[in-house]
């Protein structure tokens, strides 16, 4: 009788963080965390990215003594073999969004319905997503109570993190 075997897939390709381009206003931020991939079988997304502690122990989005200062999470990044960096978001006036499967950084192109998004934010701080494959926002507000995602446009502003690879619009 022959078993079944389950292939993983290799994880995914990402943009190396480019940390000079990060804003120094949330540089002075002690909300920074680390992630790495996780591969989950059978999940939407097979490969997640839980945040990290610069121990390798998982961090936590609603618990500060888990966050560090971005110099901790910079030299956890370059020497602990980590995938990257994120920055917590925890109500307090920085908003992210996130719009996946809408670019190509390789290829310098943006959908349509994106490029409106990222025109209607002229002025906020943009950058590439670790894939290259999307787009993340940061701006200054707070947001409504309400829905937070529709498809591939996600927003929040709390109790959430945001990967950060430097590689700016």
């Known amino acids: ?11 995914p390709t990402v943009l190396t963080v480019h940390v000079a381009n990060i804003p120094e206003e949330l540089k002075l931020q ?5 992630w790495d991939f ?14 990290y502690q610069a ?11 888990t966050w560090c200062s ?8 370059l020497n602990n073999g980590f995938a990257g960096i994120g920055f917590v978001l925890d109500g307090t006036g920085v908003v992210g969004i ?15 319905w994106a490029r409106d998004i990222v025109r209607k934010f002229d002025g906020a701080y943009m950058e590439w997503s670790p894939t290259g494959t999307g787009l993340h926002i940061i701006a200054k507000g ?4 309400g829905r ?19 590689h700016t619009l």
């Open 1 to 11: 009788m022959m078993s079944t075997m389950t292939i993983q897939p290799s994880k």
């Open 30 to 34: 002690d909300k920074w965390v680390l």
């Open 38 to 51: 996780v591969y989950k079988p059978g999940a939407k997304k097979e490969w997640t990215k839980p945040p």
């Open 55 to 65: 121990n390798r122990m998982k961090a936590s989005v609603t618990d500060r003594s």
């Open 70 to 77: 971005f110099r901790e999470a910079e030299m956890a990044y």
């Open 98 to 112: 996130d719009l996946d499967k809408c670019a190509s950084s390789m290829h310098g192109w943006i959908e349509p």
């Open 142 to 145: 707070t947001l409504p109570p």
């Open 148 to 166: 937070r995602r529709t498809g591939d446009f996600e927003v929040y502003d709390n109790q959430r993190y945001l990967t950060f690879t430097g």
